[in-house]
């Protein structure tokens, strides 16, 4: 099983990502659970703090209690009061999905479906595969953007993951792909030099922007030999 990994990014990543549009950028807190941090201070802003914390919190958990989807979260509220009765809510059975359900969108939200095409050349050679995958961003993919293009190209691993080639050939996309539609694409990939077990690691790259997979979106790795 994969370690979790947790994104952090700097004010120009963002620029980056949202290229076009116009950003207001504000300092603020994360975690608000961990604010002040030593339970034995006892300052004027405290108390506040704290309550502000649940106050969220708590709206956020009754909006989901009325489509009967709280407890699901990773975080728990619980608010403690001497001499108050306990009040807890029993989980109800986990839906397999939600109807009209949503999530929060990324700019290079995709979803890697297929991969078919060979897993195995000689050296310095081209190979040809179709990659299916599903644009899950908030807007259209497409490669006639004479300035910035959606691309699909792709890095060589080697066995334990470490980078051996970055940035390789693209490969633009067959049309406009819209919010939730797929799309074949046909990869041109050219093998590495060198003998031995690799891995092609697919990625797609918005020209002069970003990675995908820097933006979150994992590559899709497919095991390849160079014989």
């Not at 405290?46 to 969220?56: C, E, N, T, V």
């Not at 839906?95 to 290079?108: F, K, L, M, N």
């Not at 081209?126 to 993919?141: G, H, I």
């Not at 922007?209 to 899709?220: E, I, Q, R, V």
Request: with cysteine; net charge neutral; hydrophobic share 30%.
């Amino acid at each position: 099983m994969e370690e979790p990994v947790e994104y952090r990014y700097a004010v120009e990543d963002f620029e980056r990502f949202f290229h076009g549009y116009g950003l207001e950028v504000r300092g603020t807190v994360a975690g608000l659970e961990r604010y002040p941090p030593s339970p034995e201070l006892d300052t004027p802003s405290r108390d506040r703090f704290g309550r502000l914390a649940y106050d969220l919190y708590a709206e956020a958990d009754d909006l989901l209690r009325e489509r009967d989807l709280d407890l699901y979260a990773k975080h728990r509220v619980i608010y403690a009061e001497r001499g108050r009765e306990v009040s807890r809510r029993v989980a109800p059975t986990r839906p397999d999905s939600v109807e009209g359900s949503s999530r929060v969108r990324g700019a290079y939200d995709v979803r890697y479906l297929r991969y078919a095409g060979p897993r195995e050349g000689p050296p310095e050679t081209e190979v040809l595969a179709d990659v299916t995958l599903r644009n899950e961003s908030w807007r259209p993919l497409t490669s006639a953007d004479p300035e910035r293009p959606d691309l699909l190209s792709y890095h060589w691993l080697d066995r334990d993951g470490a980078m051996v080639e970055l940035d390789g050939r693209r490969s633009p996309l067959p049309r406009v792909v819209s919010t939730g539609e797929q799309v074949t694409v046909a990869l041109k990939a050219r093998t590495p030099g060198r003998r031995g077990r690799y891995v092609l690691a697919v990625d797609l790259v918005r020209e002069g922007t970003a990675w995908y997979s820097d933006g979150g979106s994992p590559c899709l790795r497919v095991p390849f030999r160079v014989r």
